[in-house]
């Protein structure tokens, strides 16, 4: 057995993950005794978020026991054995689920060693789902039950063809990045905020072509990542470097990547 079919019996658990984490949070979306709270960093988080997060958990030290697990509202449980881990976002766009807006999702990866391997993002007030695993190709379901479908990422080689996406225009002016921003959306043909996970997905399969974050966390993007990768793109640091967890990120079809990476004015690595 080579180290894909490895892979098969997590993206299977992953997939039931997601089944289970769609269960909690599907009920509590617009519900009328729904509760906010915000944390010391001043982002909400609702008592779905802690609850799929508890039964992911749960679930996962069931099933997968000498694994790490990492996630956003409980933090991180320690060094898995064989350098595995599960990293977890429960609800990816809580500021959209604690507003009635359907843009939200569970976020589910698997990395070893420090990369992502296994990622399943899973959105059922869209009724969509994303997911993908290392040798088993990238996919969707475009609703709920329906046939699975492949999916790529475009062919889009030049920035003026070139459909760019991020969550909040501002957060570039707060962290001092602005004039790496505008330089890239300007270049580029159309520019939007689709935000949060979304934005990665629509790169994943070609509807756009890149996505440009000046902050992002670990369990915003280990599980898109693994999905982005499989469809054929490409995730770094702004800067080039690293993946998953360097704080913000690049994510792109692969062809525009060094070209979206000297208009934000980072240099290329050689």
Not at 67 to 77: I, Q, T
Not at 116 to 130: D, Q
Request: hydrophobic share 45%; aromatic share 6%; net charge negative.
């Amino acid at each position: 057995m080579d180290s894909t079919d490895d892979l098969a019996p997590d993206l299977a658990l992953a997939l039931r993950l997601a089944d289970l984490a769609d269960a909690v949070t599907l009920p509590r979306f617009r519900a009328a005794d729904l509760r906010v709270t915000r944390k010391p960093d001043r982002t909400p988080v609702t008592d779905a978020d802690t609850a799929a997060e508890d039964a992911l958990r749960a679930a996962l030290g069931g099933e997968r026991p000498d694994d790490a697990v990492l996630g956003e509202e409980r933090g991180d449980s320690g060094t898995g054995v064989a350098g595995r881990g599960w990293v977890i976002d429960p609800i990816d766009g809580t500021k959209n689920f604690s507003r009635g807006v359907p843009v939200w999702a569970t976020l589910i990866g698997l990395t070893v060693h420090g990369r992502p391997e296994v990622g399943v993002v899973t959105a059922p007030a869209l009724g969509r789902r994303w997911w993908a695993a290392r040798g088993h190709g990238a996919w969707t379901a475009d609703a709920p039950g329906a046939a699975p479908r492949a999916i790529s990422v475009s062919g889009v080689a030049d920035l003026a063809d070139a459909y760019v996406s991020t969550t909040n225009p501002n957060t570039f002016r707060e962290t001092g990045r602005m004039d790496g921003w505008l330089g890239l959306s300007l270049a580029c043909w159309e520019t939007r905020a689709f935000g949060d996970f979304w934005q990665y997905c629509l790169v994943a399969e070609g509807a756009i072509d890149l996505v440009a974050e000046p902050a992002a966390n670990p369990w915003d993007l280990a599980g898109p990542a693994a999905v982005l990768a499989e469809a054929g793109g490409r995730l770094t640091a702004l800067d080039g470097t690293g993946s998953y967890s360097g704080g913000d990120a690049l994510g792109s079809n692969g062809l525009l990547h060094d070209a979206a990476l000297a208009a934000l004015g980072s240099d290329v690595p050689g």
